[in-house]
């Protein structure tokens, strides 16, 4: 709705609005003046009425303070003093010393201080030069003391000695009340005081001295200050110098005795006089309008000594405005209560025309709307006659509304015969039901049939059904629309039978497809174990002839041969992974996983390649927070493996770097974002060569293939791993300066073990590192469990001053000064020496000198292992040796006899060699297919035990079948649980799978690696002979 439009719909209903909004300010501005005047008049009325109590509380606090004061004139003591005020300092009279007639009074004014909490000090002061205190009883700290007499003080000098010995033998002297002081200064904490004195004369008329006592004025203020709270009033008192005592700003009061000389009522409001007539008087300050009434309390009438203090009643804008704040808010809330139902009656007034309104617009829209329809459109009253027929209508059925008005609707339109008692019927339902009906029928008019569809509908008072009036019939000429949808329907079964028969097509192209995909993966399995077959004889012969002694050219070849034989078999992986993952059957496994061991075996596989070229090789774990997760680690490594091989191929210099981190995803689960970054100072990828890098059979430029190798296959098969494991695969890279692989993974999280009390014991290391970044990781790494120190190659022996477990030196560092020098320290120290060297160092360091040498890559938290292992060694000495030869005890060959199943005679001569080589003393029988193997087992003696290599696919019985039947006892039950290794060219995970579910112990798969041959068989062995 546009604005304009908004405000002439509500212009009326803003008026009034604002109307009753301008009366409610008026209301309520009338209803404040009121309060506040109100106000005003009960205040002023309760500012007299508590300045008359005020006057009477502060006379009446002295008046009862004086007659403490006779009370303690009239005692004995105080007339015996100055009886024996003379030279023998005795009483006649009493027959007593001055010094007894003391103590007696010491004793009264004790008794009398405890009783009298108002009452802080009592003293008896002499006539003399000195104006020397007799006696002082004070109060401090809740107890009641009597003053020594070397603390009895001169009181010449003070304004009251001067007052009082002016008086006469019946007056009494009240002082100003100021803060208490003694020797000279306020005493702290402070309290407000004030004086009463008395003259003591002797019989012959001489003045001897007089007594006086301090009265605490704090509780008369505070009774002041409280009186005045209850009613929004407030109460100041000034002395007669107009300085203040009691003020509502607490820091303005006694300010001459504190020596604020603006603490005056003058300095403080800006009047140039004291209210004191008791009358009320209006004035500002700061803006602020105050009333205020005083009056005078006189503390002495003399002649040469009229003082007095003022005591003021007060209160302001805002004490009033709290008053009648209460009154105010009520006020408000009346005012806003009754505009507001105002409002809403106007709303609902308003809402009521707006209804009657769109009523009548809304039946001048429906008026038009049905004159203006091309269906007829017909009002029928509760006795079936017409009383309503539009244009339409009349065009229709050709009958004009005067002749069709109060006629039935059946007698005015000629239809189908056996229709109209349909039509008859659903008229009925529409009026006595409230039923909605259609029906279809036939018209005929000037030898014309078209077709009509009739839509009976009630007419009703209520929205919701109630009270029907009539019913409404709209009729519609159809007939095109029919033979619009008969044209449609047949054209739809024409399309119907079209896509039936392109959807046979192709489904039988789909089937003919998955068959030809089936066929090519079975082919490439079968190609690829065909293919092992042979390579595995090649390998083993290359294997065996490079055993042998050969010259340097033939072992060169030979090494030659052997990485042939590698890229082949890598090849061959390829290109069964890729079929697999087109077939869709490459499965992820979910197994335990340790990270660092992981990365540290790939690592060192992958260090000496990068000596050869001269790359330095740095491994960066320092943000791994999960050690232990739960993956596929076959794969996660043969992802590494494929980005870790591309760097080394595609770089001639620099560095190549891997950096493994980990962060949990979520907080409440133990999901976790594994990321693996690769990165290189290679050739690098343009941006529109790293679009295309991640497709089957491509790499950057064909010069590339050409140049460095590889069928393109690695990176789609490494993406394709890392979309099933929940993760994917990115690069980013700059021609001539690198690339940046970066892999994310989905991983689980294993809980990790409790940490010993080894792993949580901390140590200190000390770096001589060459290379800056492996110095930066390393010193960040070791940080987290100890301290870590940098020494200078030139000053190492600053080792002496510090506390280092370990010391890691890179041994290009180690010249031969510095050589000389750790020799030295190794005595003096005790510090381990850890020795960092690359893998193929040929430099020999001294034996002398005691280290233990760690081999690159560095990887941090295997370095804080290898320290702590070292530790554990030093402390439990002989046993840890022992374990490690127990370990690495070697099995008795001589009672074991293997038999080599294989239907290839070339692989049987290779194992039967590759077993000689790792020891003569074996006995091996060979066996073609798995009945020769049941049929040579029984022939192993009672005195050996036999390990079977099986190869899986033989003819008559292959290595599955045979398997089964050992281990049911066909071969004899001493051979049931015999161990066997599968020994097959099938590398599928099906033929794994398949291997252990027939009931193998161990797959190895061909062409044969000798180190892992050769581990896998020595385990068992060694498992064996346990038994």
């Not at 300010?25 to 109590?53: F, M, P, V």
């Not at 008087?281 to 007095?308: A, C, H, I, P």
């Not at 003021?312 to 009154?327: M, W």
């Not at 060297?837 to 804080?864: D, G």
Request: aromatic share 8%; charged share 25%; proline share 2%.
């Amino acid at each position: 709705m546009r604005f304009n439009e908004w405000l002439y719909k509500y212009k009326l209903r803003l008026v009034i609005t604002f109307i009753i909004l301008c009366c409610a300010i008026i209301a309520y501005g009338g209803t404040s003046y009121y309060i506040e005047n109100a106000a005003i008049k009960r205040q002023k009325q309760s500012i007299l009425n508590g300045l008359e109590i005020s006057k009477s509380l502060v006379k009446s606090h002295i008046e009862t303070n004086r007659s403490k004061l006779l009370f303690l004139f009239s005692t004995p003591p105080i007339s015996g003093l100055a009886r024996a005020n003379n030279e023998a300092k005795f009483d006649t009279l009493e027959n007593t010393t001055q010094e007894q007639w003391r103590q007696r009074l010491s004793k009264i004014l004790v008794a009398y201080l405890q009783n009298n909490q108002e009452i802080k000090q009592a003293r008896v002061i002499l006539n003399d030069e000195h104006g020397k205190e007799l006696l002082r009883v004070f109060r401090h700290e809740n107890q009641t003391k009597v003053a020594s007499d070397e603390f009895l003080q001169n009181k010449r000098h003070r304004d009251y000695f001067e007052a009082t010995v002016r008086l006469n033998r019946d007056e009494e002297y009240i002082s100003d009340i100021t803060l208490n002081r003694e020797y000279g200064s306020v005493e702290y904490p402070m309290w407000s005081t004030y004086r009463i004195s008395r003259p003591i004369y002797q019989e012959n008329g001489q003045l001897f001295g007089f007594i006086i006592i301090n009265v605490d004025a704090s509780t008369m203020f505070d009774t002041l200050r409280n009186s005045a709270n209850q009613g929004f009033a407030h109460t100041t008192v000034l002395n007669g110098q107009e300085y203040f005592l009691l003020a509502k700003d607490r820091n303005l009061e006694f300010g001459l005795d504190l020596g604020n000389e603006q603490a005056t009522w003058s300095n403080h409001v800006g009047l140039n006089f004291v209210p004191h007539n008791e009358q009320l008087e209006t004035f500002e300050v700061k803006g602020v309008t105050n009333w205020v009434v005083g009056t005078k309390v006189w503390l002495s009438t003399r002649m040469n000594d009229q003082r007095y203090i003022y005591i003021l009643k007060s209160f302001d804008e805002y004490d009033l405005q709290f008053l009648t704040k209460e009154s105010r808010e009520t006020a408000l809330s009346v005012t806003i209560f009754v505009a507001i139902l105002m409002l809403i009656v106007l709303d609902f007034y308003q809402r009521h025309l707006e209804r009657l309104t769109e009523l009548n617009d809304t039946q001048s829209r429906f008026k038009a709307i049905v004159l203006g329809s091309t269906d007829a459109i017909v009002g029928i009253d509760k006795d079936h006659q017409i009383n309503s027929w539009n244009p339409a209508a009349s065009y229709l059925f050709g009958i004009k509304e005067s002749t069709a008005l109060s006629s039935k609707l059946t007698d005015v339109v000629t239809v189908q015969f056996d229709k109209k008692p349909e039509l008859q019927q659903a008229l009925q339902d529409a009026l006595t039901d409230g039923k909605t009906s259609v029906i279809q029928a036939s018209y005929s008019r000037d030898s014309l049939t078209r077709i009509f569809v009739f839509h009976m509908y009630p007419v009703s008072h209520g929205s919701d059904g109630s009270g029907i009036i009539g019913a409404a019939a709209v009729i519609r000429d159809i007939t095109t629309l029919i033979q619009s949808q008969n044209e449609v329907i047949e054209l739809n079964e024409s399309l119907e039978a079209k896509v039936k028969q392109r959807t046979s097509q192709l489904r039988a192209e789909k089937i003919r497809a998955d068959q030809a995909n089936e066929t090519k993966s079975e082919f490439v399995a079968n190609i690829a174990h065909e293919i092992r077959t042979p390579l595995n004889g090649i390998a083993g012969m290359v294997e065996l002839i490079s055993s042998e002694q050969l010259t340097t050219k033939q072992q060169h070849f030979a090494k030659l041969a052997k990485n042939s034989i590698e890229i082949l078999a890598v090849l061959i992986n390829d290109l069964l992974d890729m079929s697999k993952i087109e077939a869709g059957k490459l499965e992820i496994e979910q197994l335990p996983m340790n990270t660092v061991d992981a990365i540290s075996a790939l690592a060192s596989t992958f260090q000496m390649r990068m000596e050869h070229k001269g790359i330095d090789f740095i491994v960066d774990l320092s943000d791994l927070h999960h050690q232990h997760i739960v993956s596929d680690p076959h794969r996660i490594k043969q992802i590494i493996t494929n980005l870790l091989g591309n760097a080394v191929k595609f770089t001639e210099r620099g560095t190549i770097k891997i950096v493994v981190s980990s962060k949990t995803i979520e907080a409440s689960t133990d999901h976790v974002l594994l990321t693996i970054e690769v990165q290189d100072t290679g050739i690098g990828i343009s941006k529109e060569q790293c679009e295309k890098l991640f497709k089957p059979y491509n790499q950057a430029e064909s010069s590339t293939a050409r140049k460095f190798g590889g069928t393109g296959l690695g990176l789609t098969i490494s993406r394709h791993l890392a979309e099933l494991m929940n993760g994917d695969i990115n690069v980013e890279s700059k021609l001539g300066a690198g690339s940046c692989f970066t892999v994310e993974l989905k991983v689980l999280a294993q809980k990790e073990k409790p940490q010993s009390q080894t792993d949580n014991e901390s140590c200190n290391f000390a770096l001589l590192l060459k290379n800056g970044i492996e110095h930066i990781l390393c010193q960040q790494g070791l940080a987290k469990h100890g301290q870590v120190s940098v020494l200078d190659p030139n000053n190492v022996s600053e080792i002496e001053e510090l506390v280092v477990d370990y010391l890691v030196c890179d041994i290009e560092v180690l010249t031969d000064s510095l050589t000389k020098e750790l020799l030295r320290l190794q005595d003096v120290v005790n510090t381990k020496l850890l020795v960092l060297q690359n893998i193929n160092e040929k430099r020999v360091l001294p034996e002398e000198l005691q280290c233990e040498v760690l081999v690159r890559p560095l990887i941090v938290p295997e370095l804080v292992d290898y320290c702590r292992q070292l530790g554990t060694k030093t402390n439990e000495g002989k046993a840890a040796n022992s374990l490690i030869e127990t370990s690495t005890s070697t099995p008795n060959f001589d009672q074991i006899v293997i038999i080599v199943a294989d239907d290839n005679e070339v692989n049987r001569i290779v194992s039967n060699e590759l077993l000689q080589k790792i020891s003569t003393e074996l006995t091996v029988i060979e066996a073609s297919n798995g009945l020769e193997v049941l049929q040579v087992l029984p022939e192993v003696s009672e005195e050996k035990q036999a390990l079977i290599l099986m190869d899986c696919q033989m003819p008559e019985l292959d290595g599955y079948e045979a398997t089964k039947a050992i281990r049911q006892g066909e071969a004899g039950e001493r051979f049931a649980e015999c161990v066997i290794i599968a020994m097959t060219a099938g590398v599928m995970e099906d033929d794994k799978a398949m291997s252990m579910k027939s009931g193998m112990n161990d797959f190895i798969a061909k062409p044969l690696n000798y180190e892992l041959f050769k581990a896998m068989l020595l385990k068992w062995l060694t498992y064996i002979q346990s038994k």
